[in-house]
Nanobody
Framework: QVQLVESGGGSVQAGGSLRLSCAAS????????MGWFRQVPGKEREGVAA???????MYADSVKGRFTISQDNAKNSLYLQMNSLKPEDTAMYYC??????????????????WGQGTQVTVSS
């Protein structure tokens, strides 16, 4: 049973930083990739950043140069360092795991295991 628990969200002013954490349990070391996604009410969930088991990363264009995804396999944890935050980054942020090997992707459809989310609010 895969369990993902996010933390680190909160309220910050534009230009500030936050670091999200995702504590993983249940064979997540076998995951092909882990990712961060976000969703605003009334909009579709979108991929923010992902990292695969070989250390390769990918980012949405909107966060490139500002966000950094990393993982600590010894601690079974995934992180998202968010710098230079903008009001449009306001969303619920979710951690997710993809166990299907072969295609490294930020597609929501590939990720079958999700956490409950942590809210990030950026004020102008």
């Amino acid at each position: 049973q895969v369990q993902l628990v996010e933390s680190g969200g909160g309220s910050v002013q534009a230009g500030g930083s936050l670091r999200l954490s995702c504590a993983a349990s249940g064979a997540t070391n076998s995951a092909y990739s882990m990712g961060w996604f976000r969703q605003v009410p009334g909009k579709e969930r979108e991929g923010v950043a992902a990292i695969n088991r070989y250390g390769r990363t990918m980012y949405a264009d909107s966060v490139k140069g500002r966000f950094t995804i990393s993982q600590d396999n010894a601690k079974n944890s995934l992180y998202l360092q968010m710098n230079s935050l903008k009001p449009e980054d306001t969303a619920m942020y979710y951690c997710a795991a993809d166990f299907s090997y072969g295609l490294f992707s930020l597609s929501v459809l590939r990720y079958k295991h999700w956490g409950q989310g942590t809210q990030v609010t950026v004020s102008s």
